[in-house]
């Protein structure tokens, strides 16, 4: 087995594929204005209230949104947004091995099937890292600008952040993998994903929550979206998640360890 | 090494409790060989050959390729396609050869002489969803020759395509032989298995019905067919004839059983010498198509003939 090898296939599948490359751009696009047009917004927000209205003097004064410590979360919590984006890339990488019926024939030209989950893998890993490193690079380039405080220990402070972004769009990719391996069709995948992810468990979980009094950390979507909590009740309230917590870690990574072996037991056992 | 190219013994594969596609399989290939699996649309050909290329599960039984076992390693050293080929259609044609080429861990492949072989030189560019299904027949065998393969196996391969095609196709399938490879090849087109295979296997619901040389099945028979001018005139000669077993008409004259005496230069000479001229005369050889009808419908008695269980 051999890692370099499936990375290198993947990369000579997909850099002349437009549509791929073109979410791609859009992801790595929508990533940026975001965090770059906050500003703007709070601006142009700011402009638009009273001089006498208490939520003018509160943003004013109370939200430190581009402060060293607090940009990595903020920008973290902002990103996660963005995050279905890369998985439909990652949908149609699948999906479409499905469709032409590559898999059958680089199964049939020597590749075993963990080699081909393998190539996947490598997909979904490129992918978090650059996202993490794209949050790396927003968090530095608008803190610099913008935070009041530029001392290198608080740079550095909360830095867990933009490695906890990488773990989270990971798992949710590895749950994206998963789906294109067990529905095989772009379209149907791309809709039952969003439903799942996006209706079906959020409802689901808050159903069970406020209705049944169920502790609910432990489902995939909910466990990932843990991973970086909401920063913003931080300025309004006394009660702050402001770290990164190991059992949501631990949780999500686990749903990613059984969503990749569900994907190979699926593959082992299909005919193709 | 040894000479045996793939073993496969008691290859089974059963797809749900009524479907067995193939049903305990021997079969034998060995070095230099061009052998044609033949049998009715069904009857598990693509399905075995699945099997051997590790892309259909097998139920039961064992396969070996050059006597090594079944690991996925050994496939590099084929070059095989399956049904339709089956390439990426946003990448080119080189650009397929080159994702080929990683997953069979080729140093340095000759895309360039493979290209100009099959005839994509100039289009090698042009991505593969523009190409027309013979390109795209031509361009599966160019990958197939990719690791300079010692076995190639074919299915279908000239399924779909206009008689140019299907003549290009098996131009290719010949030149190839001719580099001393071993070919396997599934097909319905017996014609096809006629023209370029020298072994054959018949398979029929899954179970091998037959397997022999394409030139033992197509001996020579005792069959003479014969034209002339005046043809009362011939089969009354051909009556008194000794060795003369039967004479029927047909829209080329007469057709004519003969005793193993008779050859058709022999004949001739009779026919001459009794004032015959005649304007055609040609030995018969049974088709691999009639050998085929023959071995089904052998196949058919002997089942009617064993009492169900």
Redesign the interface.
């Known amino acids: 087995m051999n890692v370099r090898k499936t990375i290198e296939l993947e990369y000579y599948k997909f850099k002349h594929y437009k549509p791929f490359l073109l979410i791609l751009g859009m992801y790595v696009f929508c990533f940026l204005i975001s965090g770059i047009s906050v500003k703007s917004w709070r601006d142009w927000f700011l402009s638009e209230q009273q001089d006498d209205d208490v939520l003018k003097y509160f943003v004013k004064s109370g939200i430190p949104l581009f402060d060293f410590v607090d940009i990595w979360q903020n920008l973290g919590w902002l990103a996660t947004i963005f995050k279905w984006i890369p998985a439909f890339v990652v949908i149609i990488s699948v999906t479409v091995e499905y469709s032409q019926k590559t898999i059958k024939q680089n199964i049939i030209d020597g590749l075993s099937k963990k080699e081909f989950l393998l190539s996947k893998i490598g997909l979904v890993a490129a992918i978090s890292l650059l996202s993490a490193v794209l949050l790396f690079l927003l968090g530095m380039f608008l803190g610099l600008l913008y935070s009041p405080v530029k001392g290198m220990p608080y740079i550095f402070q909360n830095i867990q952040f933009v490695g906890a972004y990488g773990i989270e769009v990971f798992c949710f990719l590895c749950f994206a993998l998963f789906a294109a391996f067990l529905i095989q069709r772009s379209g149907v995948t791309i809709i039952v994903f969003l439903l799942y992810t996006a209706c079906i468990e959020p409802i689901a979980t808050a159903i069970l929550h406020w209705n049944f009094d169920w502790t609910v950390w432990y489902f995939p979507i909910e466990a990932i979206n843990l991973i970086i909590r909401v920063p913003f009740q931080k300025y309004a309230l006394s009660f702050v998640h402001d770290q990164v917590y190991w059992r949501d870690i631990a949780v999500s990574l686990g749903w990613a360890t059984i969503f990749l072996a569900l994907s190979y037991w699926l593959l082992k056992r299909r005919d193709l | 090494m040894s000479d045996t190219v793939l073993k496969i013994e008691q290859l089974t594969k059963r797809f749900s409790k009524r479907i067995l596609a193939v049903d305990a399989l021997d079969l034998e290939i060995t070095r230099g060989q061009v052998f044609g699996l033949l049998g009715p649309n069904g009857s598990g050909k693509t399905t075995t050959l699945?099997m051997v290329?590790?892309?259909?599960?097998k139920t039961k039984g064992s396969y070996s390729w050059f006597g090594k076992g079944d690991d996925?390693?050994?496939?590099?050293?084929?070059g095989?396609?399956?049904e339709?080929p089956?390439?990426?259609?946003?990448?080119?044609a080189r650009?397929n050869l080159?994702?080929?080429g990683?997953?069979?861990?080729i140093r340095k492949p000759d895309y360039d002489g493979l290209l100009r072989m099959v005839g994509l030189l100039e289009r090698s560019n042009d991505p593969f969803k523009t190409y027309s299904l013979g390109m795209k027949q031509r361009l599966a065998i160019a990958?197939a020759m990719l690791a300079d393969p010692e076995v190639l196996i074919f299915d279908e391969p000239t399924n779909g395509l206009d008689p140019l095609g299907i003549a290009e196709i098996r131009q290719l399938i010949l030149d190839i032989r001719d580099l001393g490879k071993t070919i396997l090849i599934a097909s319905h087109l017996l014609d096809e298995v006629q023209k370029v295979c020298s072994h054959f296997a018949v398979l029929r619901r899954g179970k091998k019905i037959y397997n022999g040389g394409v030139q033992d099945a197509l001996q020579s028979t005792n069959t003479i067919a014969v034209g002339a001018a005046n043809v009362s005139l011939l089969r009354s000669v051909l009556s008194d004839t000794r060795g003369i077993l039967n004479v029927s008409e047909n829209p080329d004259g007469l057709l004519i059983d003969v005793n193993n005496d008779w050859s058709a230069s022999s004949l001739n000479t009779y026919l001459v010498e009794h004032k015959i001229a005649v304007h055609y005369i040609q030995q018969k050889k049974s088709s691999l198509e009639e050998k085929f009808l023959e071995i089904l419908r052998e196949n058919d008695s002997m089942i009617s003939q064993t009492p169900n269980p």
Do not use: E, T
Request: proline share 3%.
């Open positions: 699945g290329l590790g892309v259909v599960s996925y390693q050994l496939r590099k050293q084929l095989a396609i399956l339709q089956n390439f990426y259609p946003f990448l080119s650009q080159v994702v080929h990683r997953i069979k861990d990958s």
